[in-house]
């Protein structure tokens, strides 16, 4: 279970959930874009608005946690709560441009090249990863 209370828009405790974006950082991986807010659930399938009753959810890099068919995963690992995950986040905050690109770029490295760190944000190789594009 992601959350203590799912359906109650107040958390409890000082690290209670905030709604936004955000980004999980970790030293020598590709960041992760998260994104949670208290609303309607999504489809897994469709991505569209389930009538159902409101209730907090996650999004880690475009997928849906808690999903049972096909859950968020970092570094290959299902997510099953947010240990380790909220509030380290919540340090790195960014806005839906943002997230939506790393979303897509994910996406990207998925389709075409599997072995990128960012197709399952993983560790990034110097020795493998492409230069950056540098405006000189």
Do not use: K
């Amino acid at each position: 279970m992601l959350f203590e209370f799912p359906y109650s828009r107040q958390q409890p405790g000082v690290d209670a959930v905030e709604e936004g974006y955000y980004l999980l950082r970790r030293e020598g991986r590709v960041d992760v874009p998260i994104r949670i807010w208290f609303g309607w659930p999504l489809d897994p399938e469709t991505n569209e608005l389930l009538e159902r009753s409101p209730r907090w959810m996650v999004q880690i890099n475009g997928d849906l946690a808690g999903d049972p068919d096909a859950p968020a995963r970092i570094d290959g690992r299902p997510i099953e709560s947010l240990v380790g995950i909220w509030p380290e986040c919540r340090r790195w905050p960014t806005d839906r441009a943002d997230y939506e690109y790393r979303v897509d770029r994910a996406r990207f490295a998925q389709q075409h090249d599997p072995s990128d760190p960012f197709a399952d944000a993983g560790r990034v190789d110097p020795m493998t990863a492409p230069l950056p594009f540098l405006d000189c």
